[in-house]
């Protein structure tokens, strides 16, 4: 019992580190991408829009696939389940209600994610990580875009602290937290839960619905990676314009190296069709995409995957933030289809068709070890820092 109580403190009792939970994070969503696709929030966001917009009668889509068997939203589901269960068995869960302010601009910045996601043909997680690691050009552009978003969105929440704090002032309330004197229920229910969905992708399997479970499994892997390690993009592109804290963004960079070795593994043995995740938004897509869902996730405080999983501790401004994502994601794809507007964000570029393999692999590379520098290099003198 003792060496599994100091297992468990090791797991659930201390953050993980942000740089190993950012290897892990890529290497699942490189066997994701192996097993079927890799990672995006917005595909299975955009599928719960859906069905709130069919369900109020808005769209009529006789096609639409239940969320509980759509692979986007199994993953999106599996990483809200997931992020609930490692804040429970961690003590950490509690239903957070944030000023009315905060509330509003959770409103505000998922609606943003959410047509900036469809403009860019994937979320921070699809449209530049996954992206970017599919080798595809729209993702390096939606990553321009992103940093711009975010140096935006920071300037306006700076504004707003100096000239209108009372938008975002009043009392935070909290509910059903861990009790303090260590007799807290939460690590039960987090094991109970751990449990059912451990057994869920067997009833899965039972019903002729194994890929569904699986996805579903991969959605909790990466829940619970991203809630132990806070690992977050909106952090990797907020926070060396905010403190000069360059952590998250190394972390994100490396994941990025990591992923794309994988993704192009791949594709180069043909295990994967070679334009798979290469998106037709290079261009105004994805800067224009990029640039929006920047400012959405700066105002939310999530980006893509960050809203889920921290929406599954308990953070109502994220839930808030995922409605309204899901919301403008449904709707700006709707629109985008019905002005035939969606075949003219962009080009699809593969990279090593342009430039060939080695060249295409280089170029991620340095791309993303020039962003960690200058985070690191930012870091150390806060050239960029507001709050430095």
């Known amino acids: 019992m003792t060496a599994f109580r100091e297992q468990y403190a090791a797991v659930f009792g201390r953050p993980w580190p942000v740089w190993g939970a950012a290897v892990l994070a890529a290497t699942i969503n490189v066997f994701l991408f192996a097993f079927d696709r890799p990672f995006t929030a917005s595909d299975g966001v955009r599928n719960w829009g859906d069905w709130i917009l069919t369900a109020v009668g808005v769209v009529r889509r006789p096609d639409l696939i239940a969320p509980w068997l759509y692979s986007g ?4 589901l599996g990483v809200l389940l997931g992020g609930l269960t490692a804040a429970l068995l961690a003590r950490e869960f509690a239903i957070r209600v944030p000023p009315r302010g905060e509330l509003v601009k959770g409103v505000i910045g998922g609606a943003l994610m959410g047509v ?3 403009l860019a043909f994937g979320c921070n997680i699809g449209g530049f990580f996954s992206a970017t690691s599919a080798l595809s050009l729209a993702g390096l552009g939606m990553m321009v875009g992103l940093l711009a978003g975010a140096w ?4 306006y929440l700076l504004w707003e602290m100096e000239h209108r704090p009372a938008w975002s002032s009043g009392t935070a309330r909290v509910f059903a937290g861990a009790r303090t004197d260590g007799a807290s229920r939460q690590p039960v229910a ?55 804290d360059g952590e998250h963004t190394r972390a994100a960079a490396l994941a990025i190296v990591v992923s794309t070795l994988g993704f192009a ?16 938004a290079a261009g105004v897509g994805a800067l224009a995409g990029g640039l929006v869902f920047g400012v959405g996730m700066t105002l939310a405080g999530g980006c893509g995957a960050g809203s ?36 003219k964000l962009g ?26 520098a200058l985070a690191t290099w930012n870091e150390d003198s806060r050239k960029f820092s507001a709050l430095g």
Do not use: H
């Open 190 to 244: 987090g094991a109970l839960l751990l449990l059912a969905l451990l057994v869920l992708p067997f009833v899965y399997a039972r019903w002729g619905y194994v890929p569904q479970g699986t996805f579903l499994l991969f959605g909790v892997a990466f829940g619970i990676v991203f809630q132990r390690s806070r690992f977050c993009l909106v952090r990797a592109f907020r926070e060396p314009f905010m403190t000069g």
């Open 73 to 76: 939203s199994l993953i999106n």
């Open 116 to 118: 900036g996601a469809m």
């Open 308 to 343: 889920i999983w921290r929406a599954g501790e308990g953070q109502v401004k994220l839930w808030a933030a995922v409605v309204c994502f899901a919301l403008g994601a449904s709707l700006t794809r709707l629109a985008l289809t019905q002005t035939g507007s969606l075949g």
């Open 347 to 372: 080009v699809a570029v593969f990279l090593p068709a342009a430039l060939g393999w080695s060249s295409a692999l280089v170029l991620v590379v340095v791309v993303m070890a020039a962003w960690a």
């Open 152 to 155: 935006l969105g920071l300037r």
């Open 265 to 280: 593994i791949l594709k180069f043995a043909d295990l994967k069709d070679r334009g798979e995740w290469v998106f037709a």
